[in-house]
């Protein structure tokens, strides 16, 4: 069975830096794209960032291109996402999401629980 | 960027009755590269449709997706007392990828 489980969240003030991980269980990790989807307490998802299969290609939604990273490490079967700069805006629930093979841009099946991440002072 | 909209914002029907969700692309979606999640309380989304019309594994048959170009429908055809949510759809064809604003399915 497939399973990913984020964890990293928490409270962080304005300014400040947090970093996320999944950690997947049940596929070959490396033969799969992930991505990184938002979503704002009572609002609807926002694709944040993907990376490939081999992590040798990673994508960015303009709203946090510069100030996110992401990055994998397949011997450990765990995708990153290194966050700076945070902002008010950036407070939501973080879903890790599988995609359909190793190349970047597909639907998202299956998806981790979320972790919050809260940003204010 | 390819904006969705989905339509209507809430969809109040009773169990047994047809639901029709609706999504519209500011521009053409590649390929029909379209998927449509379904997402509970509390829960992460859930795929039910991929490619427009290509029902997720395990996903029941009164549940089926058409369209193409900017127009796009979800239909559920007898509502079950779990299929009330809310659905999005996503264009997978284009970066950034994005999601429609969602459709909450409510009981009558």
């Known amino acids: 069975e497939v399973q990913l489980l984020e964890s990293g969240g928490g409270l962080v003030q304005p300014g400040g830096s947090l970093r996320l991980s999944c950690a997947a269980s049940g596929f070959t990790f490396s033969s799969y794209a992930m991505s990184w989807v938002r979503q704002a307490p009572g609002k609807g998802l926002e694709w944040v960032s993907a990376i490939s299969g081999s992590g040798s290609s990673a994508f960015y939604a303009d709203s946090v291109k510069g100030r996110f990273t992401i990055s994998r490490d397949n011997s450990k079967n765990t995708l990153y996402l290194q966050m700076n700069s945070l902002r008010a805006e950036d407070t939501a629930v973080y879903y890790c999401a599988k995609e359909l093979g190793s190349t970047i841009f597909n639907w998202f099946d299956p998806w981790g629980q979320g972790t919050l991440v809260t940003v204010s002072s | 960027e390819i904006v969705l909209t989905q339509s209507p914002g809430t969809l109040s029907l009773s169990p047994g009755e047809r639901a029709t969700l609706s999504c519209r692309a500011s521009?053409?979606?590649?390929?029909?590269?379209l998927a449509w999640y379904q997402q509970k309380p509390g829960q992460a989304p859930r795929l039910l449709i991929y490619g427009t019309s290509s029902r997720a594994t395990g996903i029941p048959d009164r549940f089926s997706g058409s369209g193409s170009g900017t127009d796009f429908t979800l239909t559920i055809s007898r509502l079950e007392p779990e299929d009330f949510a809310v659905y999005y759809c996503?264009?997978?064809?284009?970066?950034?990828?994005?999601f429609g604003q969602g459709t909450k399915v409510e009981i009558k």
């Open positions: 521009q053409s979606v590649s390929s029909s590269y």
């Open positions: 996503q264009q997978y064809g284009s970066s950034p990828l994005t």
